[in-house]
C-alpha cells in the first residue's frame, strides 16, 4: 500500500505512545508525537503507575492471556533497556529478580487464597512460585523477617523504573529526530489526520494512544481510578515488589533507587481524576507501616490518582486500519502487556506498508 519512510502522527505520549514513536522512528519513519501535556507525563497512567512486571500477580484478577502475553515482557523490557540506554547513555533501574507476598498471622488465610488460586490457574508454572519459611524469607528480604513468619516468592516478577523510562524515551526519540509537541490536544482522529485545535493535520499514518482520552473514539473504554503514594524510607531496605495480603487493604511497595518506594495502589470503579483521599492515604500508610516500622519516619514525597484505561473484557485493543493504529486497554498491567501490545500493533502495521 505504502512504503517507509512514512511520516506518522501518534497522539497521547504516554506509555504506548512513547514506545511506539520510539520503535516506528528506529524503522526510519518520522515521527510526531502530540500530547495534551508535556513531555513529563504528568498527564499520564504511565507516569503515574508502580510500573511492576507481575503475570502471576495479575493473573489472579485477570484473564489467562494476560499472563501469556505478560510473559513476554520478562525478556522484552531488559532487552529494550539496554538498547535505550546504548542510545541515550540513560541507565533505568530495573530487576526481574521475583517478588515476595507476606501476610500477617491473623490474615494467613488471604495467603493460602491467594496461592490456591495460582495452583488453580498456573499448574504449569508452579515451580515458580515457592512458599517461604521465616529463614527462606529472610534469606530473600532481611528486613522483612522481623515481622513475618511466612512468605510466598514469586521468582518471574520484577519492576521498572518509571520515570526513568519514560526520560530515557524522550531522549531516544529526540535524538532520532522525532518531533514532541507538548499541550497539544487532539480533538479528533481519522486515518491520516489529526486534529490540533482548529487545524487538521495530515499524515500517512496516525496513531490514536490516549489512554483514558480516547473515550469518543471507544465508547466502551472506562477509567479505573487508582491512587498512589511515593515516600522516602532512609531506614527500610527492600530489593523487590513486596505486596501485604490482607482481607480488605490491598498494599504493594516497589522499590526505587535510593531508598525510595511506591505504594500502591486503590482501584475503584470511578472515573475521578481528583486528588487522592484522606481515607484511601490512610488505609495505605497504615497498612505500610504494618509491613516494616521502618517506615513511620518516611517522608511522603508524592501523591498522584489517575485513571486505568479498560474496556468491558479487561483486555488490551489493537486495531489497526489504513491509515489508523489504535492502541489501548491496557487497565492495571500496562508495563506487563505493552511489550506484546506495542509488537502486535507493528507487526499488523508492517503488514499494510510493506
Ligand atoms: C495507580 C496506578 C498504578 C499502576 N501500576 C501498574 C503496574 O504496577 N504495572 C503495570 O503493568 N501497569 C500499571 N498501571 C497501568 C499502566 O499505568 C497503564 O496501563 C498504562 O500507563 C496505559 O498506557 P497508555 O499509553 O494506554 O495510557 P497513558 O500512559 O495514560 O498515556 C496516555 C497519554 O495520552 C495523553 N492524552 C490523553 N488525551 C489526549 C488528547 N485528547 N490529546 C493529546 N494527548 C492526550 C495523556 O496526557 C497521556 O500522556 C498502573 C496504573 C495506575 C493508575
Known amino acids: 500500500m505504502s512504503t517507509p519512510p512514512l511520516h506518522i502522527g501518534i497522539a497521547g505520549a504516554g506509555l504506548l505512545g512513547r514506545l511506539l514513536a520510539w520503535k516506528l522512528l528506529q524503522q526510519g519513519h518520522k515521527v510526531s508525537l502530540y500530547d495534551k501535556g508535556s513531555r513529563v507525563g504528568e498527564g499520564s497512567a504511565a507516569r503515574v ?14 484473564e489467562r492471556q494476560v499472563f501469556d502475553w505478560g510473559l513476554m515482557a520478562l ?35 488471604s495467603m493460602t487464597h491467594f496461592y490456591q488460586s495460582l495452583k488453580t490457574l498456573l499448574p504449569d508454572r508452579l515451580q ?36 526513568a523510562l ?8 529526540d535524538r532520532l529526530g522525532g518531533e514532541f509537541v507538548e499541550y497539544a490536544e487532539i480533538h479528533d482522529i481519522q486515518p491520516g489526520q489529526l486534529s490540533v485545535g482548529h487545524e487538521q493535520r495530515q499524515f500517512d499514518w496516525v496513531v490514536d494512544s490516549r489512554g483514558i482520552g480516547a473515550k469518543s473514539a471507544l465508547p466502551k473504554l472506562r477509567g479505573v481510578r487508582g491512587e498512589i503514594l511515593w515516600v522516602h524510607a532512609p531506614e527500610v531496605q527492600l530489593s523487590r515488589p ?8 490491598k498494599l504493594y511497595i516497589s522499590p526505587r533507587p535510593h531508598r525510595h518506594y511506591v505504594i500502591g495502589a486503590t482501584e475503584i470503579e470511578s472515573e475521578s481524576m481528583a486528588p487522592v483521599t484522606v481515607r484511601s492515604s490512610l488505609e495505605l500508610l497504615s497498612a505500610l507501616y ?3 516500622s521502618g517506615f513511620a519516619e518516611a517522608k511522603v514525597e508524592h501523591s498522584f490518582a489517575h485513571c486505568r484505561p479498560a474496556m468491558p473484557d479487561n483486555l ?9 493504529i489504535t492502541v ?15 509488537e502486535k500493533a507493528l507487526a499488523s502495521f508492517a503488514d499494510f506498508v510493506v
Request: charged fraction near 15%; charge should be negative.
Open 242 to 249: 513486596v505486596r501485604l495480603m490482607h482481607p480488605r487493604y
Open 166 to 173: 519514560l526520560s530515557a524515551l524522550n531522549a531516544a526519540i
Open 316 to 324: 488490551p485493543v489493537v486495531e489497526v486500519q489504513p491509515g489508523l
Open 290 to 292: 504494618s509491613v516494616h
Open 75 to 109: 525478556g522484552w523490557w531488559p532487552e529494550q533497556l539496554a538498547r535505550l540506554n546504548a542510545e541515550t547513555g540513560l541507565t533505568i533501574d530495573h530487576a526481574i529478580n521475583g517478588s515476595v507476598a507476606v501476610a500477617h498471622e491473623l490474615d494467613k488465610s
Open 128 to 163: 515458580h512460585v515457592r512458599q517461604l519459611d521465616r529463614q527462606q524469607l529472610a534469606a530473600l528480604e532481611p528486613e522483612l523477617a522481623e515481622g513475618f513468619q511466612q512468605g510466598l516468592y514469586l521468582a518471574e516478577e520484577g519492576y521498572l523504573d518509571n520515570w
Open 328 to 342: 489501548n486497554g491496557l487497565y492495571r498491567h500496562g508495563y506487563l502487556l505493552s511489550p506484546y501490545v506495542v
Open 49 to 62: 503507575a508502580a510500573s511492576m512486571l507481575a503475570p502471576y500477580t495479575e493473573v489472579v484478577h485477570a
